[in-house]
């Protein structure tokens, strides 16, 4: 067999995991040497390192070990993942990341179905909750935006809500977007989903410790959220409550010497007490891209301001800009609008139906409005 092959082997064996891996290569040498070693051996080797309390291994895995040298069963499952255009590459290999080498219990290895980012690009994390608001998914997709367009990749975790308008964000500037999966590489979860994950592909990447067809158990989300903070020079954070589990990624971060960065919201949101509470704690408080850009690129014009509306208002009329400006990023009913323009309801009516042809905004609901750009 070759190298990368007895890689894909050592990385595939039944409840041995990185921390056992990372062992086994200390005390062999190779992946090979490991896959040669003789079942006395493998036990030797198992008896050294619990007695030394080096890592905890259990009394099946010598049998994992052993039970998994099918030179041909991996022969062939290595060649399904390059006839499938997927691209396995582990510690071992020069192609592996070298933001994740210091992770404490980092991958082994991963699976790859595009281009991983340049060393030299800087990568920048969105999280937040599943269930966000309509405010809180245009404000992501305008930040994902503002920031791609300005050259920074943008990974998050392919989920629904935050994850799901960071993508999305990066791809409609044709951005670069890198989704971190915790389940098989082959897999898009949530289905939904599946159009970002092609089309992320040819705009950054897809990546997985996970191999094929591995599903989606909950326990692998918060492990590949280490992967997600890794890979990345900072984290914003947009809506999420007190406990939720894109905090993990925070934490995580945290531990990894990165900047935290929170949008912060209204005491009364429970969306918002999560972002509220990492500000109180010290994350940076964010009130536009710039505020990330300027401490990510060093070149980067502080004159500029991604949020500058007067190109977008440039060939309206003064009572369009009335409308518009009194919309805000979540909904807001009409007859709001009517108090704070004082516009006739038939005028205002005709204003916001030419607003919405113009996709600046949109109705998420009947009578309620909100800004669908920045």
């Known amino acids: 067999m070759k190298d990368r092959e007895y890689n894909y082997w050592l990385s595939n064996i039944n409840n041995i995991g990185p921390k056992k891996i ?3 290569l200390d005390y062999y040498g190779s992946s090979e040497e490991v896959y040669k070693a003789s079942d006395d051996s493998i036990n030797e080797a198992i008896k050294l390192a619990m007695k030394e309390g080096i890592v905890r291994f259990s009394k099946k895995d010598a049998d994992n070990i052993r039970d998994y040298k099918n030179p041909e069963r991996i022969h062939m499952e290595y060649n399904v993942l390059l006839e499938k255009g997927i691209k396995f590459i582990t510690k071992l290999d020069e192609e592996y990341p070298k933001k994740l080498r210091p992770l404490y219990n980092g991958p082994f290895s991963l699976y ?3 281009k991983l980012p340049h060393i030299e690009r800087k990568i920048l994390a969105i999280v937040g ?3 966000a608001s309509a405010y809180g998914m245009e404000l992501t997709k305008y930040f994902s935006q503002s920031l791609a367009a300005s050259g920074v990749g943008i ?3 392919l989920a629904r809500g935050i994850d799901t308008c960071a ?3 990066a791809l409609e500037v044709s951005g670069l977007t890198y989704g971190v999966l915790g389940c098989g590489i ?3 979860y949530p289905r939904e989903n599946i159009d970002i994950y092609m089309e992320m592909q040819n705009h950054g990447a897809v ?4 191999p094929p067809g591995e599903k989606p158990y909950a326990s692998n989300f918060p492990m590949r959220n280490r992967i997600i903070s890794g890979l990345s020079d900072g984290i914003l954070v947009i809506e999420a409550k007190e406990k939720s589990g894109s905090l993990i990624t925070v934490d995580m971060g945290l531990e990894q010497g990165k900047d935290i960065y929170a949008i912060p919201g209204r005491i009364t949101d429970a969306l918002s007490i999560g972002c509220n509470n990492l500000i109180k704690m010290g994350a940076k408080l964010v009130g ?3 505020d990330i850009l300027v401490e990510l690129l060093t070149n980067y014009d502080n004159n500029h301001k991604s949020n500058d509306n007067s190109q977008l208002t440039k060939n309206m009329t003064e009572e369009e800009i009335l409308v518009y400006e009194s919309i805000a990023l979540e909904p807001t009913n009409i007859e709001e609008i009517v108090r704070n323009t004082s516009i006739p309801i038939s005028d205002l009516m005709e204003h916001l139906l030419k607003l919405e042809l113009r996709d600046m905004i949109k109705q998420p609901y009947k009578n309620f409005y909100m800004k669908s750009n920045l």
């Open 112 to 114: 790859i179905k595009g």
């Open 167 to 169: 993508h999305k964000g």
């Open 186 to 188: 082959d897999i898009c």
């Open 155 to 157: 990974i998050s975790g």
């Open 129 to 131: 909750t599943r269930n």
């Open 288 to 290: 536009s891209p710039d």
């Open 207 to 210: 990546i997985s410790e996970y």
């Open 22 to 24: 990372d062992y086994l």
